[in-house]
């Protein structure tokens, strides 16, 4: 089957500072990539998504200026938490669709973001 | 926006005890995912309902889409620890949105 890794796996940063994170297929261009964030015990909720060559397209109550999407590729995906703050501690997963038209979703193994 | 309801949200069996996960929508659906996420995991594609009244089987897991395409479910005759996780319906409407899960544990 097709493969997305993230990296990093785990972060910890302090409170104000930036962290990166990548979303990469490894096996198959996505046209469209997700990212979405799950607090404990909780669903997975749609943070943005994000398309190669253009804009992000974020969910309403997203702050598109905190979480910067960028789709450089056909084959990686990046979400910066700027200034980050404890409150945005979460797990954070992207997924790929393999090909325009596609409904499987292909997860990454997520990252797990710690802020002090 | 979607509404995507599953109950139970936790479900303990006693292995080989069977479990079934309910997935309802507020809207008629085109179509139905359902993933599985084991504990510290990442979600995993099961399989995908298209089809009004479709029903699926992989090994013991059945899966099924009602005949309004509002609701489905997913159902494990006789459980055993690797069926532990949680089990999420996904619905594609404008946007792709996932239940609100469901948490099985199977007790050895």
């Known amino acids: 089957g097709a493969v997305v890794s993230q990296h990093p796996s785990r972060v910890i940063c302090k409170s104000g500072t930036s962290v990166k994170i990548e979303c990469r297929s490894l096996d198959f261009q996505a046209t469209t990539m997700f990212w979405y964030r799950q607090f404990p015990k909780q669903s997975l909720m749609l943070m943005a998504t994000?398309?190669?060559?253009?804009?992000?397209?974020?969910e309403q109550g997203v702050e598109k200026d905190k979480f910067l999407i960028n789709h450089a590729s056909l084959t990686l995906s990046t979400l910066t938490v700027t200034s980050a703050h404890p409150e945005d501690s979460s797990f954070y997963i992207c997924?790929?669709?393999?090909?325009?038209?596609?409904?499987?979703?292909?997860f990454g193994p997520g990252t797990r973001l710690t802020v002090l | 926006g979607q509404q995507v309801m599953q109950i139970p949200q936790y479900q303990h069996v006693q292995e080989g005890e069977d479990f079934t996960t309910y997935c309802n929508s507020s809207?008629?659906?085109?179509?139905i995912q359902w993933y599985k996420q084991r504990p510290g995991g990442h979600p995993v594609f099961l399989i995908q309902?298209?089809?009004?009244?479709e029903v699926k089987k992989q090994k013991r897991l059945t899966f099924q889409f009602g005949e309004a395409k509002k609701n489905s479910s997913l159902h494990i005759t006789a459980t055993q620890t690797t069926d532990v996780g949680t089990y999420f319906c996904a619905v594609t409407g404008n946007q792709f949105y996932f239940g609100t899960g469901t948490s099985l544990t199977v007790i050895p």
């Open positions: 997924s790929a669709m393999r090909g325009a038209g596609a409904d499987t979703q292909y």
């Open positions: 994000s398309n190669e060559g253009s804009k992000a397209t974020y």
């Open positions: 309902l298209v089809k009004s009244g």
């Open positions: 809207t008629t659906l085109s179509n």
